[in-house]
């Protein structure tokens, strides 16, 4: 029965997918102009330089990294290797590069080029930030320090083969499909003004920089993918105000638009612009941290009471516009290790009262809440959470701040709580060491969250090599962190993507909506732009 | 009009100064840093080791004193630094803004400078009537309007309904795209220009010589043309100049609005995400394009007005 | 005796607030023979500049002509357009002001700014303009006047901007000439230098002069007749010799009395010259009566009440007093 | 000549804009009496968004809250925004200024200078540096306004210390025996009162603006507390969905600007008559 409807449901999938390529074949040619929408300018277009999402926007166009996210299976593909193997002990890893891979200079891609770029990457006077990454190679380290001048665990066997040897039993490609791990070519990189004019693997080539303004690029017709990419032209256009964006948008200026909750309702409820809206469950955890040592919250019974006392869904259905998926515990649930039939806290403002009574704190209490002005993480919500908690006698005191000094108050931990947004995926097991009590905080453990038997689970699975079960040891890891409450869990993000419908194969990405492999986006003839 | 430059220029250099100065201290305490913004959004999670090296690197860790005496050389060599996000030299980021900076700004005063001038003249040619009584309402209502409020209504009246200009951005730096934001920009001026250009030639047509010049038996557009124009604008170049000088500080709000790539919006960006060579080579421009425009006022005014040769 | 050049009758000079209307100047009537210097005589705010200006057609608002007659050379000019106006002003009638510094523009050469006049009234082109208007300069007296005509004003003395301004009022030979304190700002000195000028080339050209000034010395002068105005009227006209040998209005007396005489000092001794106490009355506070009633030393109950008409004097004078005798 | 006091222009401006005024003051003063409800614990996100209407009278926001109360309350916020900045700019600028040129030397020098910086740098991005450094609220936001706007009111106190000295006034207070302070606070202050008023109104208006600026670019007043400049700054992104959002903190930005510029050229007309082209 489960299984016939399993059939079904995929056949009808299968029919729609038809229909849709029925329509359209992709039309060659075109400009397709994307928006850049979280700052008012690019950092950097060199991808070493940058850990921003902002500046991935352009940086997946123009260059490439070892991995990728296909966002069609939801899993870490290989993108410039054809093929991997790995040791019996999982640490040596040896990939069959692609030999179809030109940079935008014509030259070809070979192993020397990984090696160089991972080696820049590392070179500790200039501290690039995927250092944290290819610090996952063997002997990373020590030219990090400046104690070698070549990574010992990168070996390169012919042009097209390469051997990485890694410290940790974990999967590689979580590590080097972040974009600041893109492989460049050293003739180019090692200029001065490479970030003015870069140039890498990508399908399309850097043509304009405007800054502040936007950045044009143009098909590179040696992309290894056969008849990729399809439009001529590709503009990311930035456009920081989410106001101004929706004049573009419904003014037909840009393609694709990123939307807040209040144009997600707008948009839904328009009969034109509802046709046009991707929507992917993002791998963002948003939550209150708790600071354990505000001393009402080193009690479980408290923290938990906070969980209880708001009204979660109805801040998610009411104020974020259902932009948002309940959160049960801390893993999305688009992970592996993500437990399905667990339940989110109800909203039971008796039973909060009756646990702070059990706490001590009959009356309640009054906490600072530190919070940036985001509107989906930040003050609105905390204005919404106010009166729910105030019913339960806890009185908050909120505090506002810029989005670039919560981390440095979260490392200094003189907070009481905090509202933010962590990246919870795709590595589940990176993701929980957030909660690790060897984790530094100013690693990550926000929360200064200390369980021994939570250490224990994260252990075992990092010793784990099969992934099922190590999955199973992170879904319980997940689940105590759930009663544990080290945070109140709010909401995943649902990421909401606005298209014109004249631009087709955009890509639902998990880890961040607005990261496209613009290979596979064509524009039809209906695009006002040329 | 050597000695006016001179002696503006002995003005300039300590302004310049005190301003690099007031503006390092005044950033050096900012909390945050662009280490710690870097992991605003939650994908960073930069390691600590890297923090600490950038940091070093950066010389976020030298002592106050260090860092100033280091960065008042290099300024006085030319050299603004290099920015902490771009890695680039400041000068050159700077650079790539300064011209659609000026743009804006001198498509806001110029069109300031017609509307207001225009309206000022018109209102006070006949005072008490209609026509003053509209324009200087007009004029008191653009002083007294929210700039991104007032960006945001024409943005959705002639980009969304009316359909005539595009909404936002530099386009290929066409003037299509220079109009909105430059009339978003240019409104309080033109307010302010509107009324002080009245009160001017109000206060010119109230003058003796004006009296004299009708006792000639002139024609009143001949007194206006002849004698009240020329008056009146020694009192409205020096609002222009002042208007004009802080203009581009004030396209901060109107470039943030329309993604419009001027010196403002890098310097808005620039203060949020701490990358504070930036953000002090951002301020210099201003500053120094405050002094430049009014140098440019005084030597003017040297034209206009024969009393300032020989005065002060 | 030939009609005379300007004659004034029964002006009414109206100031129009949005509450209420005053009159400003009313009852006043007066003629200027052809060449005639005429002397119009009282403290600052009895109404005499305005009535030059209504002379000029240059009342401006809240004031206004509410009444009474302008007779230029036989032709009634009060309700002239404004483009009979303009053709009548500096070519026939032209007027110099108080104060020289802010009556010629700041920021135009005084050259420019008599060549004006050619331009305007002559049809002279602007390089035949400026030549003459340097033989103006030099009528005027003014030194080394190819230099100065591209001077500022700013850049001349007092004197000599009184004087550019006698140049730019006469340049087109009018046949009145206004004067309205031309030498309050002056120095002593440079006083008797420009009246000289003005009278000479008033002379001269036959230029009848209206001289309005607080000083009745100084009219008396200048001019063969006088008329003191006190609070927006006629006090009194005589003759100018007739005035100082006989006085007939208590105003006029106060203003002799309170002129310093050649020698009086010697006779009197270190007696303080004679004030007349109290100030103008202010336009909507004009008392009843007599206007000068609150500050005259002669005054009677039917001073308060009744406002006096005038008494006809010798040789065309008239009084305004109820105790004129 | 002298003549009755005219009632022209300056009349009307007054008279409307002290009427605009007053009403924005008295609103903020009676505000617990006349809101409907509490601005900010009042809320129920059953009752987001609902346009305006008879339960509602300028409808509800995302959270639920009543826009009308939130405004009456927000007219307390940006009115003292406005007021304890200017009170701040006039203390510090009459300070430096009558200093300034009463003692001249190197501290006019300084004064001098630090004038021509503070007008150099523009206030805007001034105020947003010490925003960014004190973070946002209330009390940063009166100091980010009142400490960057005094350039004006100095330059009259100077100017006026200077031309009574001029006059020889100072010379003769002081050989009456008159202190320093005496002299300044009795024979100088009044004098400057007039303009000081006038200044002080329209840069209240400047301010209310500056704070709406402000929180444009995401450093305004402390939450939740409603500045009107914050309620329409939130309500951006919503202008087409729930334009009242926006709409009534925008008329009573206006507004309430809109009267204190009027309230300031008629007050200028009464206090200040020299100066018709004088203006911030």
């Known amino acids: 029965m489960r299984k016939l409807m399993w059939l079904a449901v995929s056949a009808a999938a299968m029919l729609a997918a038809a229909a849709a390529s029925a329509q359209t074949t992709p039309r060659k040619g075109g400009t397709i102009r994307m928006t850049a929408p979280y700052a008012a300018s690019f950092g950097s277009l060199d991808p070493h330089a940058t850990p921003r999402a902002q500046d991935d926007i352009v940086n997946k166009a123009m ?55 991972y080696t820049r990457i590392m070179d500790g006077s200039k501290g690039f930030p995927g250092a944290r990454y290819i610090r996952l190679i063997k002997g990373a380290i020590d030219v990090e320090k400046g104690q070698a001048k070549e990574i010992s665990g990168l070996r390169k066997i012919d042009d097209n083969t390469l051997e990485i040897t890694i410290t940790d039993r974990v999967e590689p490609g979580y590590y080097l499909f972040s974009g600041t791990t893109a492989i460049l ?67 037909k200026e840009i393609d694709t638009s990123i939307l807040g909750p209040a144009q997600y309702v707008a948009y839904r409820a328009d009969p034109q612009l509802s046709k ?72 039971d403002p008796e039973k909060a009262k009756k646990l702070l009574a059990e706490a001590g704190y009959p009356n309640g209490f009054e906490f600072e ?80 969250f200390n369980n021994p038997q939570f250490d224990k689970l994260l252990d075992d699975a990092a010793q784990e090599g099969n992934a099922d079960k190590r999955n199973d040891l992170l879904k319980k890891a997940n689940n105590l962190l759930y009663d544990e409450a080290p945070v109140w869990f709010f909401n995943y993000n649902k990421a909401v993507l606005a298209h014109q419908p004249w631009i087709h194969g955009l890509q639902a990405n998990p880890t961040e909506i607005t990261h496209q492999y613009p290979e596979d986006i064509w524009v039809d003839d209906k695009s006002p732009a040329k | 009009m050597l000695l006016v430059l001179g002696r503006r220029l002995a003005n300039v250099i300590p302004t310049l100064l005190a301003v690099v100065a007031l503006v390092f201290l005044l950033f050096s305490v900012l909390p945050g840093s662009f280490i710690s913004g870097m992991n605003e959004d939650g994908r960073g999670a930069i390691d600590p080791a890297v923090m600490e090296r950038m940091r070093k690197e950066m010389g976020l860790d030298d002592p106050l004193p260090e860092r100033f005496a280091k960065y008042v050389i290099s300024i006085a060599q030319g050299d603004l630094g290099r920015s902490f996000r771009t890695r680039e030299p400041v000068t050159r980021l700077i650079g790539v803004r300064v011209w659609p900076s000026l743009k804006l700004v001198f498509a806001a005063m110029s069109f300031a400078i017609l509307v207001g001038v225009t309206l000022g003249f018109v209102a006070a040619l006949r005072p008490g009537s209609l026509v003053d009584t509209i324009s200087m309402v007009f004029a008191i209502s653009g002083l007294s309007l929210s700039q991104f409020w007032f960006g945001l209504m024409l943005m959705y009246l002639f980009a969304l309904q009316l359909q005539w200009l595009p909404s936002f951005g530099y386009g290929d730096g066409g003037i299509r795209h220079l109009i909105l934001p430059a009339i978003a920009l240019g409104v309080g001026p033109m307010a302010l220009l509107a009324r002080t250009t009245r009160a001017a030639v109000l206060d010119v047509l109230n003058a003796d010589f004006v009296r004299t010049a009708r006792s000639k038996g002139m024609s009143e557009r001949r007194v ?89 | 005796m030939t009609a005379p050049l300007l004659r004034i009758e029964d002006l009414r000079i109206a100031l129009r607030t949005e509450s209420a209307t005053y009159n400003a100047v009313e009852n006043v009537s007066f003629e200027i023979g052809r060449g005639e210097a005429f002397g119009l005589v009282g403290e ?230 004679q004030e007349i106490s109290g100030v103008v009355p202010s336009i909507a506070g004009y008392p009843a009566g007599c206007r000068f009633n609150p500050r005259c030393v002669a005054v009677t109950d039917i001073c308060r009440e009744v406002s006096p008409e005038a008494t006809p004097l010798p040789a065309d004078g008239l009084v305004r007093c109820h105790h004129h005798g | 000549m002298r003549m009755p006091r005219l009632r022209l222009k300056g009349g009307t401006s007054l008279w409307i804009g002290g009427t605009l005024v007053a009403v924005a003051i008295a609103v903020a003063v009676a505000a617990p009496l006349i809101a409907r409800t509490d601005p900010v614990m009042d809320a129920n996100l059953m009752n987001a968004e609902i ?68 007008l150099a740098i523009p206030s805007l991005i001034f105020a947003l540096a ?151």
């Open chain 1, 63 to 117: 260059h490439r990294t070892l991995y990728n996210w296909d966002t069609a299976q939801n899993k870490l593909v290989l993108e410039l290797a054809k093929s991997v193997s790995v040791s019996g002990d999982g640490l040596v890893y040896t990939y069959k590069l692609r030999d179809d891979a030109y940079f935008h200079n014509g030259r070809k891609m070979t192993a020397d080029d990984l090696i160089w770029s």
């Open chain 1, 185 to 251: 070519p050293k003739e180019e990189a090692s200029k001065p003004d490479f970030a003015s004019h870069p140039v890498g693997l990508g399908p399309f080539k850097f043509k304009e920089h405007i800054p502040g303004s936007r950045v044009v690029m143009e098909r590179f017709d040696k992309f290894y993918k056969p008849g990729k990419p399809y439009a001529d032209t590709l503009q990311v256009l930035i456009m920081a105000e989410a106001a101004a964006r929706d004049v573009a948008f419904r003014n």
């Open chain 1, 276 to 347: 046009g809206i991707l929507e992917v469950a993002e791998m963002f955890t948003r939550s209150l941290q708790f600071n354990p040592a505000f001393k009402p919250f080193a009690d479980k019974r408290v923290r938990q009471a906070v969980n209880y006392a708001i009204d979660s869904d109805l801040i998610i259905k009411r104020l974020v516009k259902d932009k948002a998926y309940r959160a049960v515990s801390w893993l999305p649930p688009s992970s592996a290790a993500f437990d399905k039939t667990m339940k989110p806290y109800a909203h």
């Open chain 1, 369 to 448: 809440l530190t919070t940036s002005q985001n509107e989906s993480w930040g003050l609105p919500i905390v204005e919404a959470i106010m009166p729910m908690l105030a019913k339960v006698g806890i009185k908050v005191k909120p505090k506002l701040v810029e989005a670039t000094v919560l981390t440095e108050i979260l490392m200094k931990g003189e907070h009481q709580s905090l509202i933010s947004s962590s990246l919870t995926g795709p590595d589940s097991l990176a993701t929980l060491r957030a909660f690790y009590s060897k984790t530094p905080r100013t690693a990550g453990n926000y929360t200064s």
């Open chain 2, 224 to 312: 206006v043309s002849w004698h009240v124009l020329r008056n009146a604008l020694v009192l409205v170049v020096t609002i222009v100049g002042l208007q004009f000088g802080s203009l581009m500080g004030a396209a901060v709000v109107v470039e943030k609005l329309f993604a419009w790539p001027g010196v403002g919006s890098l310097l808005v960006d620039s203060v949020f995400q701490r990358d504070m060579p930036a953000v002090q080579g951002c301020i210099l421009m201003i500053v120094l394009f405050f002094l430049a425009i009014n140098t440019l006022v005084d030597i003017a005014y040297v034209a206009i007005d024969p009393r300032i040769r020989y005065r002060r």
């Open chain 3, 44 to 273: 600052s705010g009895c109404g005499k500049s305005i009535t030059a200006l209504s002379v000029m057609g240059l009342l401006r608002r809240p004031l206004a002509l509410a009444g009474g007659k302008i007779v230029l050379d036989g032709e009634e000019i009060q309700d002239a357009s404004p483009a009979e106006w303009r053709r009548l002003r500096g070519k026939r009638v032209a007027m110099i002001f108080q104060e020289p510094m802010t009556a010629l523009n700041p920021l135009s050469p005084v050259g420019r700014q008599i060549a004006e006049m050619f331009v305007l009234h002559q049809g002279a082109g602007w390089s035949e303009a400026m030549d003459r208007a340097e033989d103006a300069l030099r009528q005027v007296q003014v030194p080394s006047p190819e230099r100065r005509i591209k001077d500022f004003p700013h850049q001349l003395s007092g004197g000599m901007r009184q004087r550019v301004m006698i140049a730019i009022a006469l340049a087109c030979g009018p046949e009145l000439l206004i004067a309205d304190e031309p030498t309050t700002a002056l120095d002593v000195t440079v006083q008797a230098e420009i009246i000289d000028l003005m009278r000479e080339l008033c002379a001269a050209k036959g230029t009848a002069i209206l001289m309005i000034s607080h000083d009745l010395g100084l009219v008396a002068n200048m001019c063969r007749r006088v008329a003191v105005m006190y609070a927006g009227r006629i006090v009194e006209q005589q003759d100018a010799d007739a005035i100082f040998a006989s006085p007939r209005h208590p105003y006029t007396r106060g203003l002799i009395n309170s002129l310093p005489r050649l020698g009086a000092r010697a006779r009197q001794g270190r007696q303080r010259l």
């Open chain 4, 51 to 118: 346009p305006p209407g008879l339960e509602f009278p300028f409808g509800t926001d995302a959270q639920g809250r009543d826009i009308y109360s939130r405004i009456v309350y927000g007219a307390r916020i940006s009115l003292t925004v406005g007021i304890v900045s200017q009170i701040l700019n006039s203390l510090i600028g009459v300070t430096l200024g009558l200093t300034a040129g009463y003692w001249g030397g190197w501290w006019d020098d300084v004064v001098t200078g630090l004038t021509n910086l503070m």
């Open chain 4, 130 to 280: 010490i925003m960014a450094i004190l973070g946002p609220g209330l009390s940063s936001l009166l100091a980010a306004l009142g400490l960057t706007a005094w350039s004006y009111s100095c330059r009259i106190a100077r100017a006026q210390v200077l031309s009574l000295k001029s006059q020889g006034y100072i010379q003769a207070a002081r050989i009456l025996g008159y202190g320093d302070l005496r002299i300044m606070f009795t024979q100088v202050l009044p004098n400057i009162l007039g303009p000081l008023i006038v200044i002080a109104t329209l840069g209240m208006g400047g301010a209310i603006l500056s704070e709406a600026a402000l929180s444009f670019l995401g450093l305004g007043i402390r939450p939740p507390f409603p500045s009107w400049g914050s309620m329409l700054s939130e309500a951006r992104d919503q202008i087409t969905t729930a334009p009242w959002l926006s709409v009534f903190p925008g008329l009573a930005i206006f507004f309430t600007v809109l009267g204190l510029n009027l309230l300031g050229d008629g007050l200028r007309d009464i206090l200040d008559p020299q100066s018709t082209t004088r203006r911030t």
